[in-house]
């Protein structure tokens, strides 16, 4: 296919290709190898033109009400990333003013997650959640071990604690770092991990527990506190001393601000290290996380690399090497620019227009809210019992038609018979903006209410939710 992109180019004189009309030159008005790379050259304005055309066949970001992931920042924010789009955050020797930012910023959500000692205390930047979850277990493993090993124990059978729910970075931590995962199940009287039986998971080979903010599929949050005093009890009777991680992804973003009296930070003597997702609540575009600790000794000094930095020691840890610096300005710009004040602001205008959309989709009649979106601005409903034409995934397929994504997709394991659809709710959805959603849902429920028969499907549907 190549060829015809260069029969057609040599059809044509220099002169001709520098000043034809930008669509009527070879590349977009011939096919072009999809899989294999061209042999020769194309002008910088064609293949602008041609990648530029191709994604605007994604969706709008914008109407992407599955994603947690940031889709709008202000234009000082895009200059700022147009300005460091170079930025390689691994080069502290290179970036040092990137490299100071960025410890600012990890020490400032230490400070915001209430770390007991500031001098004594160590964080990093990530690519996102999932990198820091895995920083975060990695710790507790390492620390586990350490202490089997010098007790003179076993150190073959590690295993850690999860709610089905959660998200499936923690699947693939224990898949790779082989760590059994120890499921404990969601059932409709405990929809999150909330220590009940939890005395039937823990043993002298598990290395922690992972408490959710904000659990993927509802938005509910775990309750670190009472997991926590649970892990008490199961001490006390076992002598058994577990840790927790907090996987904070939305929640450790929004709960600072919208809801201070929540106990579940590094207040709670049990947490070990907390993660959260600067791209997501963070209000920051993908590519940063953080992961933050308690104090040094919980972060096993064998995990931490020295690198040299403008002559002095600058510990690090992380899975990547290189990786870009721009995100982290641009959390720290977020930071400067919305302070506590704004960070409250903006979450608690997301959680106003969640419950708003959450509370006005009840009335509609044929749903039943599993979440109302008033922890992190995220809610899911089911379809009340009944026979009808229609499911949760044809309203999703009705609404994806006029370009809202609102995903439908079936609860963890035990409780896969139920199917859910959920709305998250982001800094760019205005409530004017959730109004017209609401119009499209109520004009489709009303479309699908009125079918005579079924929609017929091929196949059973999931959605990716988390
Ligand atoms: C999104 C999410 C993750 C993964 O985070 P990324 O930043 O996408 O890597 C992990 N845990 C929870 C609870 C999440 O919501």
Redesign the pocket.
């Given at each position: 296919m190549s060829e015809t992109y260069r029969n057609a180019a040599e059809q044509q004189s220099d002169a001709q290709l520098e000043i034809s009309p930008v669509f009527a030159r070879p590349g977009e008005a011939t096919s072009l190898p999809k899989f294999k790379m061209p042999d020769g050259m194309m002008s910088g304005d064609t293949a602008y033109q041609i990648v530029h055309d191709e994604a605007m066949l994604d969706g709008n970001s914008r109407l992407n009400l599955a994603t947690?992931?940031s889709t709008w920042m202000d234009d000082n924010a895009q200059k700022i990333y147009a300005e460091t789009a170079d930025k390689n955050m691994i080069d502290k020797d290179e970036y040092p003013a990137t490299a100071a930012i960025e410890d600012r910023c990890w020490r400032m959500l230490a400070d915001l997650w209430n770390v007991p000692d500031a001098n004594d205390t160590i964080g990093t930047s990530t690519?996102?959640?999932?990198?820091a979850?895995m920083l975060g277990g990695l710790a507790l493993k390492r620390l586990w071990q350490e202490k089997r090993k010098e007790e003179g124990k076993s150190t073959e059978k590690p295993n850690l604690i999860l709610s089905a729910g959660?998200?499936v970075?923690w699947e693939k931590f224990c898949n790779y770092w082989d760590v059994e995962a120890r499921y404990v199940p969601v059932t409709e009287d405990h929809l999150v991990l909330d220590g009940f039986e939890l005395e039937k998971y823990v043993d002298e080979n598990t290395i922690g527990v992972v408490a959710?903010l904000?659990?993927?599929y509802t938005g509910l949050y775990e309750p670190v506190k009472q997991i926590s005093e649970k892990l008490d009890e199961i001490q006390k009777d076992t002598g058994l001393d577990v840790k927790i991680h907090v996987?904070g992804?939305?929640g450790a973003m929004v709960a600072p601000f919208c809801q201070p009296d929540l106990e579940w930070d590094f207040k709670v003597d049990r947490v070990n290290s907390i993660s959260t997702?600067g791209?997501?609540y963070g209000l920051v575009y993908p590519g940063v996380?953080w992961v933050i600790w308690r104090n040094k000794a919980v972060c096993p000094e064998s995990l931490i690399f020295h690198v040299s930095y403008l002559g002095g020691d600058m510990p690090t840890l992380a899975l990547n090497f290189s990786r870009p610096g721009a995100q982290v300005l641009l959390q720290y710009y977020q930071f400067l620019r919305l302070g506590r004040e704004g960070y409250r602001a903006v979450q608690q205008g997301s959680i106003d227009v969640a419950t708003y959309l959450s509370s006005e989709i009840e009335k509609l009649g044929p749903f039943t809210l599993v979440s109302r979106g008033d922890t992190i601005p995220v809610f899911a409903w089911k379809l009340k019992e009944g026979k009808r034409n229609w499911d949760l995934y044809d309203l999703a397929d009705r609404l994806r038609m006029r370009g809202w994504q609102v995903p439908a997709y079936p609860m963890p394991d035990d409780m896969a018979d139920l199917v859910v659809q959920r709305i998250v709710v982001r800094l760019g959805l205005s409530r004017d903006l959730a109004g017209l959603l609401l119009d499209a849902i109520k004009e489709e429920v009303d479309f699908l209410e009125n079918l005579a028969a079924p929609i017929p499907r091929e196949k059973p549907r999931t959605n990716f939710a988390?």
């Amino acid at each position: 296919m190549s060829e015809t992109y260069r029969n057609a180019a040599e059809q044509q004189s220099d002169a001709q290709l520098e000043i034809s009309p930008v669509f009527a030159r070879p590349g977009e008005a011939t096919s072009l190898p999809k899989f294999k790379m061209p042999d020769g050259m194309m002008s910088g304005d064609t293949a602008y033109q041609i990648v530029h055309d191709e994604a605007m066949l994604d969706g709008n970001s914008r109407l992407n009400l599955a994603t947690f992931v940031s889709t709008w920042m202000d234009d000082n924010a895009q200059k700022i990333y147009a300005e460091t789009a170079d930025k390689n955050m691994i080069d502290k020797d290179e970036y040092p003013a990137t490299a100071a930012i960025e410890d600012r910023c990890w020490r400032m959500l230490a400070d915001l997650w209430n770390v007991p000692d500031a001098n004594d205390t160590i964080g990093t930047s990530t690519v996102g959640s999932s990198e820091a979850c895995m920083l975060g277990g990695l710790a507790l493993k390492r620390l586990w071990q350490e202490k089997r090993k010098e007790e003179g124990k076993s150190t073959e059978k590690p295993n850690l604690i999860l709610s089905a729910g959660v998200q499936v970075v923690w699947e693939k931590f224990c898949n790779y770092w082989d760590v059994e995962a120890r499921y404990v199940p969601v059932t409709e009287d405990h929809l999150v991990l909330d220590g009940f039986e939890l005395e039937k998971y823990v043993d002298e080979n598990t290395i922690g527990v992972v408490a959710i903010l904000g659990q993927t599929y509802t938005g509910l949050y775990e309750p670190v506190k009472q997991i926590s005093e649970k892990l008490d009890e199961i001490q006390k009777d076992t002598g058994l001393d577990v840790k927790i991680h907090v996987d904070g992804a939305s929640g450790a973003m929004v709960a600072p601000f919208c809801q201070p009296d929540l106990e579940w930070d590094f207040k709670v003597d049990r947490v070990n290290s907390i993660s959260t997702s600067g791209h997501k609540y963070g209000l920051v575009y993908p590519g940063v996380g953080w992961v933050i600790w308690r104090n040094k000794a919980v972060c096993p000094e064998s995990l931490i690399f020295h690198v040299s930095y403008l002559g002095g020691d600058m510990p690090t840890l992380a899975l990547n090497f290189s990786r870009p610096g721009a995100q982290v300005l641009l959390q720290y710009y977020q930071f400067l620019r919305l302070g506590r004040e704004g960070y409250r602001a903006v979450q608690q205008g997301s959680i106003d227009v969640a419950t708003y959309l959450s509370s006005e989709i009840e009335k509609l009649g044929p749903f039943t809210l599993v979440s109302r979106g008033d922890t992190i601005p995220v809610f899911a409903w089911k379809l009340k019992e009944g026979k009808r034409n229609w499911d949760l995934y044809d309203l999703a397929d009705r609404l994806r038609m006029r370009g809202w994504q609102v995903p439908a997709y079936p609860m963890p394991d035990d409780m896969a018979d139920l199917v859910v659809q959920r709305i998250v709710v982001r800094l760019g959805l205005s409530r004017d903006l959730a109004g017209l959603l609401l119009d499209a849902i109520k004009e489709e429920v009303d479309f699908l209410e009125n079918l005579a028969a079924p929609i017929p499907r091929e196949k059973p549907r999931t959605n990716f939710a988390h």
